[in-house]
């Protein structure tokens, strides 16, 4: 184990997300373990910049590993995409002789890291913090089983009125980019499609197949819309399409929302944020930079940063064929 | 007690609220406990209409009481308005032996019975099952207590990511006429301001507020807007007219939507409920009809169906005085 | 409005109950609007005699009101039944310039802030904070209606598994000296039958009542047991009685324990607590003493303390009824 | 795929878990997809000895992916033990024509399912479902995720109350054998300490590190005990020794009990069930006998029955170790 690293820097930055507090404990609580120091910059690499620090014990971090949010607040930094914010920060950590940075968010955070560590060679270490689950080298980003569970109450609730109402409603829920929450919440909510980014169905197969779900006796029907769904379409123009080109349904939309990113973790969050946080911390201690700790095949492993920043995963083809078996 | 009663058919009416199911199994029960035959009868009034009846026993309503929605299914009908509609509901009741019928709906529902009442003298007895909590007569609907924690927990959830961000939320919550759950779910959630159809607070006095929350220390802040909000601007201006007239916040808009009439009723409706469905039965049993039961100071009391459906209930001023100080 | 008043302290005492941050909240809220200083007392009346204080102004109490538990801690104080112990907290009062004092808690917390008023003549203001609801002069006291949800939530998971398996459980809820907990939760549950502190319905009509449910058709039972409840068994007892003067179930215990005292405070319980700590400061403010607030036909209502802390709360003879035919 | 297959039996045995429905629902609809017949059994084998059967068609299983418990209900039976019974039970497959059966269940429903494929060459396929994660051949099973979830959130409900009292918590969780549940759901409660069956931490060492944990600051602790922990005292005894042996706590007990097999199942083990439902019914129209479908590095994968029989699953190393860094 290095002898050089003394204290350690943590923050959070991009999008909140489920688990980033119990992640930001994991972190100090291993560092204390070390006997090393550990301290937390508020506001993301706003707050490296502006010195915001504040030194974290153990006791600091108690009774936070149940809550939303992060109280280190994050940001987006445009200041950080300069060299001189970035050169204050890098003075601002020499200052308070930290050693090693462990920053939790998704792949800018990574991106901005991996620029910091060319230019000052200063050790960091990523945890993917997304609901969004798009980030290469983990199986599972933390916030992604919570975001699931908030999605799939939301869409048992919808499903009560929608069922008593005889009614089709269309479910807007996060993804830009990937479609792993809508799928993987589609299915677990009961919904007739599923509208992800990777595939583009197409207005007419989407109006067969809910008229092919009435012909089979059912008489209210969930669909799932990503953010960033294929169609291209967004959730009030499909809600117009179907309205115009189907009968018997009276349509209706509900765009989730930004409480997908709250709410007290699930236990796999808690669970994977504790792990993410000791694997991190060790693997500074260890000397290794530059990566991210993710969970590959059950286990923590590190994947370079600059992997994990290329490309977004890819969608599960067994989820997609078992969405459209339970949708029979 | 009655003995010309021998049977009794229920019917869910307009939107649907969680406790709906709970008061169908209460009107069953309460028929078996007084060894009187129970009829359900599908989509509300439309079911009537078209004769969709099913015989209920005490045990065909097992595990139903913590179901949101409502198995009858509701409806809307435009039959029943027409007097040919109401005709064929009427022979249908009397050729299935129907003497008495409860309706658990809103004001609309009501209405219907109330004309039903007066053109054929049909026992009648309404419960009222809406959760904008706007009918005169009960302290609180049917559905209401389930959908103000349903708001609560997205606006705790939402809160998590506004004070991570330093952001301000505007949320929408049901309401078009009546601004209970805005009142209620705002003080519950702690936000700053909440904006109902029974009071003008204006833009500018709005953002004078919201200036002042930052001023005083306040980094996120949470608004909460009802549908029918007496500014008369829907949402998305709001967050306009405040991005424009406001710095320092990054605005965003949620708007819960359909969730709100679902889920698992709170332990509150159940039990008002089960109270409900027992006061109404047992009313028709004691020849009345034209009623609606509802809770008035803690009791079950009986009010004229007229009475119910004229006006609005009127918001609590102590409330609105309880938001301004919490707010400070 | 009294001018004498410039600081009024609040603390938590006795068991806790969920709402109590959000009253603490409200107190120092409610000061803040009227200008005037609010200190909190850690840990009860024991921080009171060791002068454990923190000023408390607005934004301290941020991001409390969905917490549970006191965050000011609460104790039993046994110091304070002693004249030395008051005194010593009556002269840390009056060095800290505090002129009036909010009690959250039970009987016991009242009776001690009576014994203090008497012997000192400081202004006390007392809020009903217990789970039990077991205190004259409020319809609902401060966790009541959250304590109900979580034992409802946990009966409903506990009959998914009851109801698979065509098993008989004994479900123990809070409640030593009255059934409120256990009648409500029982009816909300589905519980076959609800045993009280108030009614014995003794062993054998027990047994009876749960034979006479296996003929009409139920295939397992939920039987709901306060803590005190009159048949003088304990549920292993109760359990035991009925294996062997019983045939055909599969008989299993729980008991829910103190989860029952946690948990995020639900909606009702987050108003209630805003309304009593507006109306516990404004009252003080208006030169009362000696009260409890405590909602009354839906009224923040005072009632002199003296008669608070006499004799408990009666059960509610129609629930009863409610419940007997609920199990139908 | 196998064209002898026409038709398959589904049921569910042994203890219930959170799941069961969505399982059984999966396999519905596969079956319908690919145009065979299926049929459910009631009451594990104890309904196949009966032929309590019921065919099932894709809408007579809507509703029930988010229901706990199974509706096909579950038993242990005596008689599937006898050479007899399952002859009983292997006729009524044969007159129902019936060609395959999918088992839900654990260790012991396996044992059954793979001597009557030794006796009759009926082909079996095997899903486990216990909230325990006991079984060797996948790294969920279906219920495991949602009980951890039920029993985290208990955990935060009762240190609500610990840290308001400043009391130590013993609390009793599932898992006679293994200690999964325990071990999870303790990181994720933020426990002091864990114990677990496989492990010995010895009375007087978890005297030791309470006593350490207090002089760090802790006020109040959390124990979570496995039921089957190695230390062998039961919760009570345990609480009893600390009570003599340790100063300065309150220690209290709380046994969660049969609510941690029910509740909503959560989105993962409602696709885990989806996804297993699917392979299972696909495994045997593939011809495949005598195999458990499990997860495997994220994959559904077939292990024999054998093989998922023999042994436990062993507690994760790398967990023990986070477990008591957290604790620091």
Redesign the interface.
């Given at each position: 184990m290095s002898e050089n690293i003394k204290k350690i820097a943590v923050l959070?930055s991009g999008?909140?997300s489920?688990g980033?507090n119990a992640a930001i404990?994991?972190v100090v609580?291993?560092c204390?373990?070390h006997n090393i120091e550990c301290i937390g910059v508020y506001r993301g690499y706003e707050g490296l910049i502006d010195g915001d620090f504040e030194s974290l014990d153990?006791?600091s971090v108690?009774?936070i590993?149940?809550?939303?949010?992060?109280f280190l607040?994050?940001?987006r930094s445009k200041t950080f995409r300069t060299k001189e914010g970035r050169q204050k920060a890098y003075e601002n950590l020499l200052n308070e002789n930290v050693n090693g940075l462990v920053v939790i968010g998704g792949d800018g955070s990574f991106t901005g890291a991996l620029v910091f560590n060319n230019e000052f060679g200063f050790p960091v270490m990523g945890i993917p913090g997304t609901i969004d689950n798009d980030i290469v080298g983990t199986?599972h980003t933390l916030g992604f089983?919570t975001a699931?569970?908030?999605?799939?109450d939301?869409i048992?609730?919808?499903?009560?009125?929608?069922?008593?109402?005889?009614r089709l409603?269309f479910v807007e829920v996060m993804g830009r980019d990937v479609g792993h929450i809508a799928l993987?919440?589609g299915?677990?909510?009961?919904a007739e499609e599923i509208l992800i980014p990777e595939e583009d169905l197409g207005l007419e197969r989407l109006v067969d197949s809910l008229n092919k779900s009435k012909t089979?006796?059912?008489t209210s029907s969930i669909v799932i819309v990503a953010e960033g769904d294929k169609i291209g379409k967004n959730i009030f123009e499909l809600k117009d399409y179907v309205d115009e080109n189907m009968e018997g349904y009276d349509v209706?939309?509900?765009?989730?929302?930004?409480?997908?990113?709250?709410?007290?973790p699930?236990?796999?969050d808690?669970?994977l944020a504790?792990?993410m946080g000791?694997k991190a911390v060790e693997s500074i201690l260890d000397g290794e930079t530059n990566y991210m700790v993710g969970l590959i095949?059950?286990?923590?492993e590190l994947t370079p940063l600059d992997q994990a920043i290329k490309g977004k995963t890819k969608i599960n083809l067994?989820?997609l064929?078992?969405s459209?078996?339970?949708s029979?």
């Open positions: 959070t999008g909140d489920p980033m404990r994991a609580r291993t204390a373990y153990a006791r108690k009774g590993i149940n809550k939303g949010g992060t607040k994050s940001a199986s089983d699931l569970n908030t999605v799939v939301a048992d609730k919808i499903r009560d009125t929608a069922s008593s109402h005889n409603f993987n919440a299915i677990a909510g009961g089979t006796g059912k209706r939309v509900s765009v989730l929302g930004h409480m997908q990113r709250g709410g007290a699930s236990c796999f808690r669970v504790s792990r000791v095949n059950g286990k923590m067994e989820l064929r078992v459209d078996i339970m029979t």
